[in-house]
Every structure is written in structure tokens, then in C-alpha cells.
């Protein structure tokens, strides 16, 4: 039996697909930290990698965190392979076992309880164990411990050394600077609530003692004040308790630079939500340090906007919007409206104005008395309520609650101002009113616009960060310059009065929504942590299926290359079912290309889909990662998921444009990716197929764009072609689809036989009909009676063509075909419509001609000018073949896509995918 030294005890992480990938995360950190080396597999894998060992190995569950730093176990005297275990610790099961046996598991069933941490000295018996009665066991660690230890063949035993903890919930440390009533605390709340709904364990941490009226505090609430003096002491305890704590991230609210800073020394994954545009954010930010914050989540795509350029080099950023609790006033609180105006003695005629604010300079209270000047001025019965109150002791809140009093007196409407200080139920006053007025120099997105939207009362607001977002999907929301006046404010509200009534706040703002986007983020930071993160190889591509289609076999024949060549590939498909792969997933997975099969679109929510494709990626750690024909809200949930990985979108052609902005059209609730430039600032570049779609996707996405055209086998020589026998065979290549326009090629034929008198040819149709366009071929064979034409069904294309003397092609829908260029590979002159890339492939009047997208007779006078001259089909038969060769070889693609996503994306990972803000 094979011993190796102490220092080299190699540990093995086991994982699966329905594995949460922050379970992985939290055990390659845990390890990271003690300095064992590990290796990565999962269930599928692991008897394979235990088959081939050469040493003993300490094999652990992914999630489970090693309580010590293990030195390797000493032999049994006994004689047998050591099976040593570690106990989970705080496990009701283990507790009840170790309580019974004394550690000696000989004498249980190891069954009795689940194994997350064995030390396996004989790791070919572990995986025949796996390989024999446990394979299909949903638990295959625990199951294999169980039939070696009751078959007698180790020596089970508990080593302490080895014991973990474990537990299947992502731990989340929320850490906040008070409890004030602010809209950052409100936030901070709700989601410590909505959070916990969702299953994750959640702790609060509060740094520092309050200065005014705060909300209630949940349940487990930890009030770091308590445990030191100064700052500097909390934040020292508060890392402390991180540690300890086992979490799995921190997310930090209205902290400074320097104490972020401390926080990224704790080994913890940092995720910070900034809650503020610019001018308002925490001190001393610039202290931040490349790998100090692992995600930096804004409030509003305006400050994260401003993230990105400020911190887009040093970490990811994405957008939360700010969301509420629903209902904030029903149809009950018509009464609380005429209560409220009677108790401030306000007539029911009277305009009524509410402010909800602290009071804090960037809120600029003070014009809010001229405003209601203006509207007085103006013959309205305007009045203000101003809920809020200044801190204690602040001189600066004190300061502008004296700006309010003096403005107040200033333009004679201080019986019209209404102070009613900190409120604890806001329901009556958003009834009462008529208009909400906010008057910031800056915000987030403010919670108070959102409780006024919700309420269903119009809102005037001046243009801060998140009001355009706001604006954008509620029409009761009027914005104004942040510089207007007084009496531009008191036009808006007027005209805000005059509008329809609002229909409430859109479910894209919602405290669940917020915290359902939080919770995947969260443990996305975690996942994509520098201290998990593997180094990174290779490709993987991610796609629909690998059902036929040129797509689909370009995309084959890429990975099949950079195989070849020695690149690390796998693939993604998201619309085939894992257990009934289609005939080209199949042959990828003979010839050794892994495939996923994530939980197929259509069949599950796609937010379900995307999280399986980031986790497949998140396994095989790519250099880059490879869209390819994927449907758009898939492929941009997985883009928003994968936070540092570079991404490459490839545009088969104008298809990819029409179906982005039909997703745009009504972009999924929650998805702060409102156009397709959104979208396309989480790529490192988009790859398109010709020329002429370079500028299209640049001015589309206005990412960086790279021109790859497909490619083909093409033969070193082409084999000699048999004689013509009276007549000339035309062929296509198509799928039966309305998009591919084939009646445009049959009504060409019927051009040159009834309009030229053309004889001794025939067309030739390969393909067979799409699912749903049974009646489209029908069609297709009704206008074709009475013609020279074939209808073949689906054919092998090498041999199809050998058939053929010319190729003619429809260039429908635009890309780069790849029937034309087998075509030219198999030395076939072509004659195509020019959509797409037709004049990329084809050499004008060198290797075929070329006509005007729709016109059927240009088109067929084009075949009727090769059909009858065979010396120029020879001679451009040579001239495809060689064209081919040169420009559209498989080996020429494979070595574009590994030029721009391999090689080139080495030197500049991460930047891509850290300036985007959404």
C-alpha cells in the first residue's frame, strides 16, 4: 500500500449537478486556507479518479469545512485499509453515533448517518464499492462507507482530525452601520426577512449605536458596538466574527473604504451594495483594493454606472433594484385620508403635497416652502407634509431643519408647512396626499418613490439616479431637471394632478423580486470568489441543441478542431433532454467532448436553466465562454450570472437581431437589461459571420467585433467529376422553412423553362421540412408541378452534391451558409442571392454570380448563363475548390475562434466582464 508524506495529503472535493455551486466554494476556500491541495470531481467522475490513484486521498462532500488542518492517518495494526471518517459536527445523527460508539465505527452502521469527510487509503476498493451496489445512490459517499465498513474489508474509524461542518444553506452576513430610519436600512430589512423566506441563513450584524428613532431589529440581530468601543475595534470584532461564524459571504451596506478594506482581509467573500449615486457615497471608497470586494451591487443602473467607472477594474458589478413590500395603501385608507386632512384641519379641496426625508443637505427641503408658494400664487390651497426628522446632535440635519423654519417664514406659507417628524406607518400620509414631491440633489432609487408609485399617487421628482428607470415603466412618474426652480417644480405638480391615476408599482420592484436577484448574485459571488477560483483553460460553448442545422454543425466542427489541436472544450445545450441526446450532441460525446444537458428551456423557468449552464461553466473553469444560436433571455440571465468569466456571443446573422429585440420588446420582471447595448456590456466582444454584419453589431451592441466565417472540410484535391449526360443538375441544400424563401428558387426555374425555352436541366431539393412547416412543403411541391424539379428529402450532403453541376442558393435568413461552402469545397460553381454573406463566399464571376436579394428572374437568368457554358462551370469549379481551401477551412475557423477567445482573451480577462453595469 502506497505512503506518502504528511505534507502531500491530496484532498478531493465531490460534487454534483444539483449541487449548489456555493457548496463547492465554501469547502475549496476552507482548504485554500489550511494549504491542502485538492482536485475537483463529480459523482460521475469519481470512481474513475479513485481507479486511478497512487496514493491514499481525503475525499470530502463539497460544502463541508475542515475543522483543522489533518496530518495523514497513521496504518492500522490491524492490517486492513483505513477507511478513517470525519464527523460532521453539530449533525444530530453523528452526536447520537459518537455518544454510542466512542468513534469506533466498526460497530455501526455507517449508514446511520451521512459522511461528508473520509480518508480513503485503499481508493480502488472505495470506487469498486461505488461502481457495485451504490452507483445509483443518491448518496454515494455515505452509501460506499456503508459496504466497506459492514463487509469487514477496513478499518472504520472516527479520526478527529478529519471531522468538518457542513450545512446545505448558503450562509449570508448582512452588515449595516445602524438601524436608522432610512431607505438603506429599510432595504437591509427586508432583505434579512425575504432572505430568510427563501431558505439561506441569514445573520444581521449592526456596527454602531443609534443617533435617532430606528426600526424593530430581527430576531438574532448581533450589535457589534457591543463588543468594542471604537470603529476600529467593531470592525476588528466584526471580522472576527465572520470567521467564526462560517459564512459564506458578507454583504456590506454604508461601510467606508477602510473598513471594506478590513473585511476583504477575512478570506470571506465581500459583495458591496452601494445605495447612492456618487456624491453620496460612503468615505474613502478609493481605499477599496483589487480583491477587497468580490461584487459591487448598485441600486439603480445609474450608480452602477458609476461603480463600473470607478471600480470596474477592480471587481464585477450588476444592479439590484431596490424593491418594497406590496400594497402600502389599499381601498381602507380612504378613511385614513379624510382623518389625516381633518386633524391638520385641511380642507378636502385642499392640495395636498407629501415629503417623506430625513433631513440631510442633498434632500433640499428648504425649496419646498417656495413650491408651495408658487402653487398658492397660483390659486391652489397647496399645503406640505414633511415627514422626517434631523438626528440628534447632527449639526448638519439640525441645520437644514432651520433652512425649512427660515424658508417657511421667507415666502409666507409656514401655516401651510406641516412637520409631523418620524412616522412608523406611512399609510395614512400617502393616502392623504395628492402629489409626492422629492427635491434630491442625488439619490439611489428611493424607496419613498416606490411607496408613492405603489400607493398609486403621481409622483414629481427631480432627475436623480433611478427616476429614469422609475419613469420608464410608470407613467405616474414626472421627473424635472435636478436644477429646476421652485416654480418649474409647482408646473410639474400641476401637471402631474391633470394626469391619469397611476396603476401601481411594477413587480420589477418588489422586496421578493430584490431579494430573489440578491440571493443568486450572492451566491454567484461566492462561487466566482478569487479564493475559489481554479485557473482557468479552455473553451466552453453554449448553444440550443445539436439537432441538424448549419448552425449546429458549425458549431460541432468547431469543437471537434480545437480538440484536435489539444484545447481543453466541453458544451452547454439547453433545449435537449439529458437521457435522449440528438445525433450531433451523440457524436460529440463519442469522440470524448463532455455535453451538458441543462433542464431544458421551455420545460422550466429559464432563470432554472441559466443557474445549471453557470454552474456546468463554474465545473470546467473556461478561458472564455462561447454563445452560440442560445435563445436571448437565456443567454442573458447566464451573461448576468457569470461575473469574471469573458464572454463571446457569435450572430449567426440578421436573425440574431431580430429575435434580441423581440426579447427587448418585454425584457424579463426583475432584469435591469432593458435594451440589447445592456446586454452586450457583458460580453468581451460579439463574433459575426461576414463582413457586412461588422457594423451592424457595432452600432446594435457596441462591443468590439471580430468577423469569423464558417468553415468546412475541404479536400486537399477534388476528385474528378462525372460527365454530364445530356443534361445539367442544379442542387440546394435547405431546410423546408418559410424563412429560407425556397419559392424563389422554384419560380427562377420556371423563368428559365417558360420564359428562356430552356431544356436539359433539373433542380434538385435537399432537405426536409422543419417541425411546423408540414404545410409550407406542400406548398413548396404545388408550385413546383409541372417543372424540372426534384423533391429528395433529407440526403448526406457529400454525397448530394457529388451529384450536382451547380449549386443555387436563396441566402435566406442572412448569415454565412454552410451549404454554399460545401458546395465550393466539393468544386461547385454557385449561384446565390446576396443577403447575408453570399459575397463574402463568393468570388463575383470567379467561382459563381451573384444576384439581388428577391428578384426570381435575375436569379434564374444567372443559371441559364452557367447552365449553358460548361467551360465556365469548369473553371470555376477549380476556382470554389480553391477559395474554399483558402478562406473556409474548418482549421482556418477553429484557429479564428481560438485566436480571439483563447489566446487573445488571456491578456484581457475580467475587463470585459467588470465594466458592465447592469
Known sequence: MIRVPTEALQALVVTSDSAPPFLLARTLRALAFVGIPVEIVTTAELPAKLRNARAPLWILRAGACPTL?????????????????????????????????????????????????????????????????????????????????????????????????????????????????????????????????????????????????????????????????????????????????????????????????????????????????????????????????????????????????????????????????????GEDMQDARERLRSSLGLPEDALILLAVANHRPQKRLELLPAIVAELRSRGRDAHLVLVGEPVRKDPEALAVAESVRAASERHGVDGAIHLLGSQDDLRPFYAAADVVVSTSAFEGLSLVHLEAIDAGRQLVTTAVSGAEELARKHSSVHTVAVDATPSDIAVAVLAAMAAPAGTGLAPDFSAKKMAARHADLLARAIVEAKAAKPERRGLVLVTNNFSTGGAQSSARRLLSMLAASGRKVAACVIEEQRDFPTKGRAELERAGIPVFAAPRAGAVDPLVTARAVAAFVDLRAPEAVLFWNVIPEHKVLVADLLLDVPIWDVSPGEMYFASLARYFENPRVGSPYLAPADYARRLQGVIVKYEAERARAAETLKPEVFVVPNGVDVPERLARRSESKGRVVIGTLARLSPDKKLEELIDAVRHIVDDLDATGLELRIAGAAERGSEEYELGLVARARGLPIVFCGERDASSFLAELDLFAMISEPSGCPNASLEAMAAGLPVVATDAGGARDQIAEGVTGLVVQRGDSRALGEAIFTLVRDSERRTAMSAAAHARARELFDVRRMAEGYARICLDRSRGLRGSGSSAAAE
Open 69 to 329: 488542518a489533518p496530518r495523514m492517518p497513521p496504518r492500522s495494526a490491524t492490517g486492513l485499509p483505513l477507511l478513517a471518517i470525519g464527523a460532521t459536527l453539530g449533525d444530530v445523527d453523528w452526536e447520537r453515533t459518537l455518544s454510542a460508539t466512542g468513534g469506533d465505527l466498526t460497530r455501526v452502521r455507517a449508514s446511520a448517518m451521512r459522511i461528508d469527510s473520509v480518508f480513503v487509503e485503499a481508493p480502488a476498493d472505495f470506487a469498486k464499492a461505488i461502481e457495485g451496489r451504490v452507483a445509483s445512490s443518491p448518496d454515494v459517499l455515505s452509501a460506499a462507507c456503508a459496504v466497506l465498513v459492514a463487509r469487514g474489508e477496513v478499518r472504520g474509524l472516527r479520526i478527529a482530525a478529519l471531522d468538518v461542518t457542513f450545512q446545505a444553506r448558503m450562509h449570508v452576513f448582512e452588515v449595516v452601520t445602524t438601524l436608522h430610519r432610512g431607505g438603506a436600512e429599510r432595504v437591509v430589512l427586508d432583505l434579512v426577512t425575504e432572505l430568510r423566506r427563501l431558505g439561506h441563513d441569514v445573520t444581521l450584524a449592526v456596527l454602531d449605536r443609534s443617533t435617532r428613532t430606528t426600526f424593530e431589529p430581527p430576531e438574532g440581530t448581533l450589535f457589534v458596538h457591543e463588543l468594542a468601543k471604537d470603529r476600529r475595534g467593531r470592525i476588528e470584532a466584526l471580522v472576527e466574527l465572520v470567521r467564526v461564524s462560517g459564512a459564506d459571504v458578507v454583504h456590506a451596506h454604508l461601510l467606508d473604504g477602510d473598513e471594506i478594506h478590513a473585511l476583504g482581509a477575512s478570506g470571506v467573500p465581500v459583495v458591496m451594495t452601494v445605495h447612492n449615486s456618487k456624491a453620496g457615497w460612503p468615505a474613502r471608497l478609493d481605499a477599496i483594493a483589487p480583491g477587497d470586494v468580490d461584487l459591487f451591487l448598485g441600486c439603480s443602473r445609474a450608480v452602477s454606472n458609476e461603480l463600473s467607472a470607478a471600480f470596474g477594474d477592480r471587481a464585477p458589478v450588476r444592479t439590484v433594484w431596490n424593491g418594497i413590500q406590496p400594497s402600502v395603501v
